[in-house]
């Protein structure tokens, strides 16, 4: 895409524009390079939100889909998946019952727990239902967010495998690219220690007595890394498929390998150096900020084209960048911005933009975009 980008087709921004072809060179690469580890791959939905792309993934050798929440699972089924990994724990009792449904209609599913109190919310509502659920422990292994402590994991894990229409098959975590309890960029490091770790938690359960089959981890910064660990069963990488700027920034990826972008018209000049475009915060996300560590982002997404301008601030509705005053931006411009952050920056669009290699844009839903519940 050049600074004015161009196509044959009407559309309307701001809006996502993902390059199909771009899609597909991720999706083969990391589904090769996983693959020769002999380590399963089940990618995360929450980058595309979108069966067409998780059926892309399970052509290329994925094994399933992961996902957040019990609504993305059901767009996911409907959509043709029928292996999924809820990578969350579901506690209440009709979101239960609507995985239970899911299993009834021949879908394998998996649900995180990481409590003996969620684990007996599940047995409840397996039991009532008539159907086993499948679960997966959650371990804690530095995001201080959910999961069970390693030191307690034996102990509940027996506990949670006791339970009536309750199988336990595994481990899992996710910690993104943390070493030794820090942000850091030295990405093999980080994927090793937590493939390690996570290895020794496994081998703790089975020494208790129990059987682990699978140890799920990684994200798109750790997964290669935590693949070449013996006893790693599983990895879960999401943003691959379309790559954004924090994936650069970790050397992951060019540019010109970034499926996605938001394009923007440029609607006002007020002075040389600063021109505004049509979308904020409510078109890019801002979970990834500037100027934060490791990765200390210079403004909230890359200019393609133009290396030297840097998006400053936005409000709901405008973009602020600050450009060269010499650069020729005219009011009217249509400009591709890759974002920090691409997941969440697609979670508010209701729809992107797939384009081909003529240049051909096709409107398609983001199906799973919104489903929180």
């Not at 998996?110 to 969620?118: A, R």
């Not at 804690?140 to 069970?148: A, C, K, P």
């Not at 007595?209 to 999401?238: Q, W």
């Amino acid at each position: 895409m050049s600074q004015n980008v161009t196509t044959n087709t009407i559309f309307e921004t701001p809006c996502v524009v993902i390059n199909s072809d771009i899609v597909d060179s991720n999706i083969q690469k990391i589904a090769e390079t996983i693959n020769a580890t002999g380590v399963k791959l089940r990618p995360h939905a929450k980058t595309h939100k979108m069966p067409e792309m998780a059926l892309r993934q399970l052509k290329a050798g994925a094994i399933g889909i992961t996902v957040a929440k019990i609504a993305e699972a059901e767009v996911m089924a409907e959509g043709g998946i029928k292996d999924i990994f809820v990578a969350y724990p579901i506690v209440s009792t009709s979101k239960l019952e609507r995985a239970a449904k899911l299993v009834k209609s021949g879908i394998r599913l998996i649900i995180g727990v990481d409590s003996i109190e969620g684990a007996k919310r599940i047995s409840t509502v397996a039991s009532e239902q008539g159907v086993t659920l499948e679960v997966r422990l959650e371990i804690e292994s530095g995001l201080n967010r959910t999961g069970v402590e390693a030191s307690s994991a034996a102990q509940l894990a027996k506990a949670i495998a006791s339970l009536e229409a309750v199988s336990l098959n595994g481990i899992f975590t996710y910690r993104g690219a943390m070493l030794s309890g820090a942000p850091t960029m030295d990405l093999r490091a980080a994927g090793h220690e937590e493939g390690t770790f996570m290895v020794s938690v496994a081998q703790s359960l089975r020494d208790a007595g129990l059987t682990i089959k699978d140890v799920s981890v990684g994200s798109s910064p750790t997964a290669i890394y935590a693949a070449e660990i013996a006893g790693i069963t599983e990895v879960r990488p999401g943003t691959y498929i379309y790559q954004d700027r924090m994936q650069a920034a970790f050397d992951i990826c060019s540019f010109e390998e970034c499926a996605g972008a938001v394009w923007a018209t440029v609607v006002s000049r007020p002075t040389s150096d600063r021109i505004v475009i049509d979308g904020g915060s409510k078109t890019f996300a801002t979970d990834v900020q500037p100027d934060k560590a490791p990765l200390n982002l210079k403004g909230f997404g890359h200019i393609v084209g133009d290396d030297d301008a840097v998006f400053e601030r936005m409000n709901e509705e405008h973009g602020v960048i600050r450009v060269n005053p010499a650069s020729d931006y005219q009011i009217g411009d249509v400009i591709a911005i890759i974002p920090n952050h691409i997941c969440s920056t697609v979670n508010l669009h209701s729809f992107i933009y797939l384009q081909n290699s003529d240049g051909e844009l096709t409107k398609v839903a983001v199906a799973a975009r919104g489903l929180l519940e």
